[in-house]
């Protein structure tokens, strides 16, 4: 992104986090008697603009959603994930006044991982060159009560947009944006082995570099990675093109083999999995939840307006299927202000 892209991104945040997070946005506003397994709706989006780079997470019984105001991070829990979004929200970290985190906190993911709470978020001290992915442990099983800072990846350059997944063998593997050099201009997904939820292991390989028109629009970007697994298939679905752009869109990526490390074991589909239509646009960053409440949903965020910037973002949530051939299946964006039902699943 430009200087001047940057520092309008930094400011709108900057923004946000004088804002105090106190009224809850309701998601629900239809529920058959209320049954645990019955079907409900919501209607996107489900948080206004600004919002955007959505987690929504299950673990120990519970359902989380996790994002950032750019200077701190917050936390909402509930038992049902249709009552998720009328909690309020409560601040598990804030950045310190000074530092390399201090300033432009991004995409906080909360994973569940060795008997712990991990957050994982990018940050820098107020230099786009600086941005690097930090690292925060759980106090307690229960997020409320704190977490340890625990560093940040040694991921060999500019980083943001963090995420883990675990192999077959149980090996865990972080994936994150990156540049390919010291300078801004390219972004590619890269991974990496992890000793532990703070530790990197090895040299970081690159997975994917923006080599398709889709992915170069405003600026060559493959950001945002998220794992899906299913019937021995791990997929990647990231973020491509310029993020403030009505371009922004989901592309994907199939390991068949496990073999994560190996750059030519991921195939690229050559066409978008998710974007923009005549009502929606840019869309991007998505997250996955699956439960036994909501079957498959894919979350994201997307523009409400054609023009270039990040205010008018907004986070939205719709189911996903699968095909025959074991491949998920996004379908298009619902447009705003249209009902979509939430069906329990297995």
């Known amino acids: 992104m430009t200087k001047k892209q940057f520092h309008h991104r930094f400011l709108l945040r900057l923004l946000a986090a ?8 309701p998601l629900v506003f239809a529920d058959r008697a209320g049954a645990p397994d019955a ?11 600004p919002s955007q780079d959505p987690w929504v997470v299950q673990g120990n019984g519970r359902f989380y959603e996790v994002r950032s105001d750019g200077l701190r991070i917050l936390v909402r829990t509930s038992d ?45 001290d107020g230099h786009n060159a ?40 149980g090996a865990l593997y972080a994936l994150w944006s990156g540049w390919p050099g010291n300078a801004d201009g390219q972004q590619n997904l890269y991974i990496s082995r992890m000793r532990d939820p703070a530790t990197l292991m090895g040299e970081r390989v690159r997975i994917a570099a923006p080599t398709l028109m ?10 945002g990675p998220q794992v899906l697994k299913r019937g021995g298939l791990t997929f990647v679905v990231y973020s ?7 371009d922004y869109c989901l592309g994907m990526l199939v390991n068949r083999q496990g073999d994560y490390m190996n750059p030519d074991a991921w195939e690229k589909l050559p066409i978008p999995v998710l974007t923009s239509t005549d009502a929606v646009w840019g869309v991007g960053h998505c997250a996955f939840l699956s439960s036994k409440e909501t079957g498959d949903l894919i979350f994201y965020h997307a523009k409400t307006r054609q023009a270039a910037g990040w205010e ?10 699968w095909r025959e051939d074991g491949f998920p299946s996004f379908g298009k964006p619902v447009n705003p202000g249209l009902p979509v039902a939430i069906v329990p699943g297995g």
């Open 312 to 321: 008018d973002r907004n986070v939205r949530v719709q189911p996903f299927s």
């Open 80 to 124: 049902r994930f249709r009552d998720l979004m009328g909690q309020l929200s409560h601040e598990v970290w804030r950045a310190p006044a000074l530092g390399p985190n201090s300033q432009n906190v991004w995409a906080p993911e909360m994973h569940w991982l060795q008997g712990k709470w991990w957050i994982f978020y990018a940050a820098d």
């Open 130 to 169: 600086n941005h690097r992915v930090f690292v925060m442990e759980s106090k307690t099983a229960d997020p409320a009560d704190g977490f340890v800072d625990r560093g940040r990846w040694e991921t060999q350059g500019w980083a943001i947009d963090p995420t883990v997944f675990a192999g077959e063998d």
């Open 240 to 246: 491509a093109s310029g993020s403030w752009t009505k």
């Open 214 to 223: 889709w992915e170069r629009m405003s600026l060559p970007v493959c950001e």
């Open 39 to 49: 079907m409900f709706w919501v209607q996107n989006p489900v948080f206004p603009a």
């Open 18 to 25: 004088t804002l105090a997070i106190a009224v809850p946005i």
